[in-house]
């Protein structure tokens, strides 16, 4: 069963800003969002926390601008997401900027499939054998858990630098720095920094600091700034909170695409994507370019994506980014095989009519790529709303271990419930790592049942009937005079995400025609109906992977947005769920 209900707020707040010239609608929505005050509106960068509240961030800087001063080779260890390689690219954009063009860096992403993932003690020997070795390793967007690898550092004589923003374990690598928002004893009140977040605050203090040696002054320094776009690109990608400080990240990284300012890759994944960057939005940057750039470590190696974000040249961009848009095609077809043989295994064990005792999934197939299990986990959280984990043999491992990735639903802390069953049952769990909402483990093929078996126990105790509700929160309706296309682009001007939710809202449609698009999509002309005179003609809705009609009267929570076909601006709502009631 569902739940529906509206996103509180209060008509004070709304008023007040409304009053300092935010549109009615917008202020309202701010409102619903926890802004309290005009004050909060700004999203300039001046309005940026400041990175002396960031732990460690200050003195890693200017560590850093002595290994520049030495000319020190270094080496960055990134993640194989959108996030680690947009990462990687501002580490090194950045520090080829503040260190001079000859600045002796390198990068390296480990293979997901046989090296697993962060600084392990293998990924540090590969290091170690590049031309010439680094004295330095700088990971980014990974490394808080990473002890043995940067022991194994230690060993071969290099120094090891973190940068990350996961949650760390029980004991902290024995790094010569540590910089992450997450990490005991860290004031930094914006602990949703992705990790190109926390790289970009670590330049910015690397720019400040050099500019007290006497290397540039404000007047002539570098434009880190010119960064923003990755930055924007690697925070919507990872779903990081957009709290106020990411927004403004995520805000001034958007003008710059829309200005025509952001790098030749970015521009080039727009254009394969068929995306027009002049009015790019947080949806673009989740839907339409983050998954190309993460096709490349999914299936393929990251090392290709980040070619492309380090790239200058327009017809190289374009031709990697076609690259990746052809392996992201091949990511979907994989998917919906995966989920195909998914949804039949949980058909085949009745999990539906389970759900009043079942409060997890966990599967795995031996034909699965696990380079694309947590989009499978993704998709089975969204279709049944339970926490889902799945997993696929892992390669390397002669089939005798599987890696699985997990995806939760609110209130469930997903690597929190992990930790609960790794301390129950030692051993059982070879390795894990991640966040509330997304994480990922390695156990052994014979041990799936004893895990799932005790990771359902464990959901079991830590969900309750009100957290496994289908709960839609929309922001009440909308006034017939607001059916507008200046409102569709009115609210894709802002920026909306993680924890600043897009808005939906709710109303009773007449629903006038319906028909079946690719076999797979519903089409709907509707009617909105309300106070004040019904419009004539109806609009577009589109409810994707949706085949059942609706009836002709339906209480609807959508999203409104602006279609342009043919020099036309037209008003089209997005379905996302129907009120039965």
Known sequence: MSQFSQRPFSERTALWLQQSGLPPLLARLFAARGVDSPDEL???????????ELKNCLST???LADILEQKAPMLVVADYDCDGATACAVALRGLKMLGGPHTPIQFLV????????????????????QTPKPQYLITVDNGIASEAGVERARELGISVIVTDHHLPGDRLPQALAIVN???????FSSKALAGVGVMFYLLVALRAELRQRGQFTNAIQPKIES??????????????????????????????????????????????????????????????????????????????????????STAESLELAQELDRINRERRVIETGMQETALAHLAEDQLSGMMATRTSICLWHPEWHQGVVGIVASRLKERFNRPAIVFAPAEGSTGEELRGSGRSLTGFHLRDALDIVSKRAPGLILKFGGHAMAAGLTIRKADFAAFDALFQKVANELLNDELLERRHIHDGALDLSEFTPETGDLLAEEIWGQGFPQPIFYGDFEVSQQSLMKDKHLRLQLRPLGNGPIPSKPFTGVWFNRTQTLPEKAKLAYRLVTDRYQGRARVQLMIEAHDET
């Open 42 to 52: 700004s999203l300039d960068l001046k309005s940026l926390l400041s990175p002396s």
């Open 61 to 63: 800087a200017s560590l």
């Open 110 to 129: 480990p293979n997901r499939f046989t090296m697993g993932y962060g600084l392990t003690p293998e990924v540090v020997e590969l290091a170690a054998m």
């Open 181 to 187: 928002p997450n990490q005991g004893g860290c004031p």
């Open 227 to 312: 960064l923003l776009d990755l930055v924007a690109l690697g925070t919507v990608a990872d779903v990081a909170q957009l709290d106020r400080n990411n927004r403004i990240l995520v805000s001034n990284g958007l003008k710059r695409i829309r200005a025509g300012a952001c790098q030749a890759g970015i521009a080039a994944l727009f254009q394969v994507a068929g995306r027009d960057p002049r009015a790019a939005n947080t949806f673009d940057l989740g839907f339409a370019i983050g998954p190309r750039l993460n096709a490349a470590g999914r299936l393929a190696d990251m090392t290709l994506g980040i070619r492309l974000l380090l790239s200058d």
